[in-house]
Nanobody
Framework: QVQLVESGGGLVQPGGSLRLSCAAS????????MGWYRQAPGKQRELVAA???????NYADSVKGRFTISRDNAKNTVYLEMNSLKPEDTAVYYC?????????????WGRGTQVTVSS
């Protein structure tokens, strides 16, 4: 079964930067929209950024101008460059992908990576 594997989380000071990566565990026929979501303690999971296969992107208002989403279709990988990080960005970040296996369509999730912004 195809899985998404995130990496790049960690502890960073306010104003710092991190780069998250998310790769599919095996070759997929086609990956459509990919996105990053986050969930802070006691809060609902929210969309951070999403990018279509043609690289059209959209962002949550709270991260516009600070975060950049990108993808490499050849590597089935999506990235999230996070700059000017704030304590309120602290959350578990999840990768999501809408996939076409050639047999069915599905939406799959990674297990998440912790991002902590603190001095």
């Amino acid at each position: 079964q195809v899985q998404l594997v995130e990496s790049g989380g960690g502890l960073v000071q306010p104003g710092g930067s991190l780069r998250l990566s998310c790769a599919a565990s095996e070759r997929i026929f086609r990956i459509n929209t990919m996105g990053w979501y986050r969930q802070a303690p006691g809060k609902q999971r929210e969309l951070v950024a999403a990018i279509t296969r043609s690289t059209a992107a959209n962002y949550a208002d709270s991260v516009k101008g600070r975060f950049t989403i990108s993808r490499d279709n050849a590597k089935n990988t999506v990235y999230l460059e996070m700059n000017s990080l704030k304590p309120e960005d602290t959350a578990v970040y999840y990768c999501n992908a809408d996939i076409d296996t050639g047999v069915k369509y599905d939406s799959i999730w990674g297990r998440g990576t912790q991002v902590t912004v603190s001095s």
